[in-house]
């Protein structure tokens, strides 16, 4: 068999895939959309497709301009580097990727500092500790400059009301505030508003189109123009600069008009497994914890369990993330009958009778 073979024949063998939301596959609709796409230079700003991408999620952030780039990384990056400078600091939360999962991009690339809060439960931060972590006017001292939220916060989606308390600190301070709002559409749907509402609260928001909307690749930062026409620089000196990249922008307004509305069938699919899982053990020695937020499930075997769950379900071909709390992520790939799979198959694991 060759490597292509058996590759073919491993992915055959795969039920569901719920590492993460970023692993779905164009549609045909989709590829149609990319292949019919008009098309530009867009480094030289005459890309149809792509201006039309960033003026659409300009719009539906109530920002007045957009820059598409190749990835959130880069997008929150950009953001960074366009509202801070060397020696200035951003207050964000210990947990969000902008922090924990970005290679400190800002500091290596920028001369930028971090100052970490510990978040609340749900993952938002605390508007008490953001005060408190503001730097004083003093040449001791790193100038603070920007706050950075997130939203969702592995999974779980910040209130309106929250976000507004923390932002009101950072203005009373003189900060700006960022949004990644990589989730941020899977946010609006569970609380039941509209994205711009969520985005109102910050001066630029990074929104990713290749996670539950579907598309193979690409963000867009919005902001106001100054600090657009900034990011643009940005991009272009860390290489983000593309081409003919209204191919892909055309997959972006695809998913913006076709993969919206269906975001909350992935929550739905979410609080159907946490409900199957309600059998599990949750008390003494074996207990199983099993937590749901929006898209995702997380869940914690017993102590030492994770490795051998993971290699369980890939067995069945159902691949998950992470040990020892697995997260399991909903998407428009995975149907019911790959969810249902998965809530027995962890049953099973745990040693669970079934119905
Ligand atoms: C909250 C959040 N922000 C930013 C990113 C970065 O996106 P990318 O993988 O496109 O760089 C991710 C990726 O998972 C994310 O979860």
Redesign the pocket.
Known sequence: MSHYDSMQAAQARIIGDFR?D?VTRPCAGMLAAMAEAPLGDDVFGDDPTVTKLEAEVARLLGKQAALFLP????S?LVAALSHCGRGEEIIVGRSY??FA?EAKGASVLGGIGFEPLDTEANGALDPEAIAAAVQPDDPHQAISRLLAL?NTVAGSAIALAQLQDCALVARKHGLSVHL?G??LFNAAASLGCRVGDLASVADSVSL?L??GLGTPLG?VLAGDSALIARGRRHRKLLGGGMRQVGLVAAAGLYALAHNVERLIEDQRKAERLAQSLARLPRSGDGAWLCHQATNMVFVTPPKGQGEALLRHLANAGLLAGGAPRLRLVMHKDVDEAAVAALGQSILTFAGVEGD
Do not use: W
Request: charged share 30%; with cysteine.
């Open positions: 993460s970023t990835t959130g990384t880069q929150n990727h902008l999962d997130e990644d990589a989730r990713c290749s996670k963000s």
